[in-house]
């Protein structure tokens, strides 16, 4: 059980253009998702908080116009990376915590990744 | 100063050995200390975690936490090559994730030898 999923899994796309990733929680319900995202030998950053119904939480420094997040149902949250620069290209992440958890830490479920090349 | 640092390695030993990896801290607030695993292409993997101080053992994994030198450990006994992967710490302050973020080490990669 606790399966997260992301799609696609790889992607490269033209510099100027938009690109959507899916995070979805397979086999149950989320009440918040997160969005982090990854540097080759660097930490994973938290970008945003995301849930259900209302409007993500951006971290500092994290530009909301630019990566775009939807939360429209309890099993599916989106991220889109708006007019993608080179810069852009990195692994991005998600997680997903059970609905009817308060939100312990650990229980937090990780998808597989996306990694996003921008030419 | 970074909040949690760690080698990144990357550490490559023989199968059968004791490996040993290390995070060190600078957020005294920090109280749940965990370490995560992450293969090539794939998302971490809860691998153990340790509330507070001291040492928690599982099957071959051993994780160690020092509050006052603010030094975390995870050791792994008897390695096999499914053992290499990317090992993350990463450690958090309060028990809810609405509450406190998780900061993540940049991992460490291993490669177990057969």
């Known amino acids: 059980g606790a399966v997260v999923s992301q799609h696609p899994s790889r992607v490269i796309c033209k510099s100027g253009t938009s690109v959507k990733i899916e995070c979805r929680s397979l086999d149950f319900q989320a009440t918040t998702m997160f969005w982090y995202r990854q540097f080759p030998k660097k930490s994973l950053m938290l970008m945003a908080t995301s849930n259900e119904g209302s409007k993500a939480t951006y971290e500092q420094g994290v530009e909301k116009d630019k990566f775009l997040i939807n939360h429209a149902s309890l099993t599916l949250s989106t991220l889109t990376v708006t007019s993608a620069h080179p810069e852009d290209s990195s692994f991005y992440i998600c997680s997903a915590v059970p609905l009817g958890d308060r939100g312990i830490w650990y229980e937090q479920y990780f998808g597989p990744g996306t990694r996003l090349t921008v030419t | 100063q970074k909040e949690v640092e760690q080698d990144p390695g990357p550490l490559s030993v023989p199968e059968g050995a004791i490996v040993s990896l290390n995070c060190t801290y600078s957020n005294s607030a920090f109280q749940y200390f965990m370490w995560y695993r992450q293969y090539s292409r794939k998302g971490p993997e809860l691998l153990m975690y340790?509330?507070?101080?001291g040492n928690k053992e599982d099957g071959r994994f051993t994780a160690q936490v020092d509050k006052s030198s603010k030094y975390i450990s995870l050791f792994i006994r008897d390695s096999q090559p499914s053992d290499s992967a990317t090992y993350l710490c990463a450690m958090t302050s309060g028990r809810y994730s609405s509450a406190s973020k998780i900061i993540f080490g940049s991992g460490t990669r291993l490669s177990i030898r057969p």
């Open positions: 340790t509330y507070s101080s």
